[in-house]
């Protein structure tokens, strides 16, 4: 039997409802002794009997009756209440609200959500690209997708995919009169698309190469704020554009865009889904990650 908690109330009706505490001690699985010191604590708060009870038979008083009809209809939207939010830790029910990056919402996007919704097409799923890192759980999320070092150390984190890179990518017509450049320093003598974070700072291009690590401030006549723009615009033959990798694959492979200082862009952890801890867990998020470390399995199985 599901129980609300309120057992000073429950017992009332129940009791109202079988005119027996014995047999309401059996209907809320309690003991005869906790129905009866139950009844008697509320009546003692209240300071009125609710019940006329002797050996054989147990009724209610006209202030109990009063009572128990005041309460009744509550006490059952309370139960109610209390299913439906037990529901979601049996089954995936309601809204599921991410917060990611927009290269993360992207990654997220396809495949998993694609399945996701494929697998519960009851549920909605919510998505907000931000491009600061926000609090989740202050701000009403469920889960967020970001690259794996702007993770928070207290959230658990689930890779959805291998390791990414960043490169240096510019158009055949942007190095029909440009020489390429074999060294990062190369680049301030180049034309390069320039990336601003949401905060307005601008951002110094990162490089590594056999432990050696450096930033530079690139020069360039276009700055952007969206990664897809950048790319875009690099196309055009506007300049060298510093990008995911994930975002030009196709283009490099085409042709439409040239990879350069490939040697100087290490790998790092790709993008993750994080979440607040284990315990009490949505069903909804739970059939997400589930969903998520399935995918990313069978990839690199298959890879």
Request: charged share 25%; hydrophobic share 40%.
């Amino acid at each position: 039997m599901y129980k609300s908690g309120l057992i000073e109330l429950e017992a009332v009706v129940t009791i109202a409802r079988l005119g027996s505490f014995r047999a309401a001690a059996i209907d809320l699985d309690v003991s005869p002794t906790a129905i009866g010191n139950a009844v008697a604590s509320l009546e003692n708060r209240l300071g009125v009997r609710l019940f006329n009870r002797t050996t054989r038979n147990v009724a209610l008083t006209s202030a109990g009756r009063e009572y128990v009809e005041a309460i009744a209809p509550a006490l059952s939207d309370i139960r109610n209440a209390g299913r439906a939010v037990a529901d979601h830790s049996r089954k995936p029910t309601g809204t599921l609200r991410f917060s990611c990056s927009l290269g993360g919402g992207r990654q997220l996007l396809m495949p998993f959500v694609f399945e996701y919704r494929r697998r519960h097409d009851r549920m909605k799923v919510e998505i907000v690209t931000e491009g600061r890192l926000i609090d989740i759980i202050k701000d009403g999320f469920d889960a967020g997708v970001r690259l794996a070092e702007a993770v928070p150390q207290d959230m658990i984190a689930v890779p959805l995919g291998p390791d990414t890179r960043h490169v240096v990518v510019g158009a055949p017509s942007y190095f029909a009169n440009k020489s390429r450049p074999t060294a990062p320093a190369d680049l301030m003598d180049h034309e390069c698309i320039r990336a601003r974070y949401s905060s307005g700072a601008l951002y110094r291009w990162e490089f590594e190469r056999h432990g050696e690590a450096m930033r530079i401030d690139v020069p360039g006549s276009l700055t952007l704020d969206e990664p897809d723009m950048m790319a875009q615009a690099s196309r055009a033959g506007l300049g060298l554009a510093y990008v995911g990798e994930w975002m030009v694959a196709d283009d490099i492979t085409s042709g439409r865009l040239v990879e350069v200082l490939s040697e100087w862009t290490p790998s790092y952890p790709g993008y993750c889904l994080y979440y607040p801890g284990r315990r009490h867990m949505a069903a909804s998020l739970r059939a997400f990650v589930d969903l998520a470390k399935e995918m990313v399995f069978r990839n690199r199985a298959a890879s």
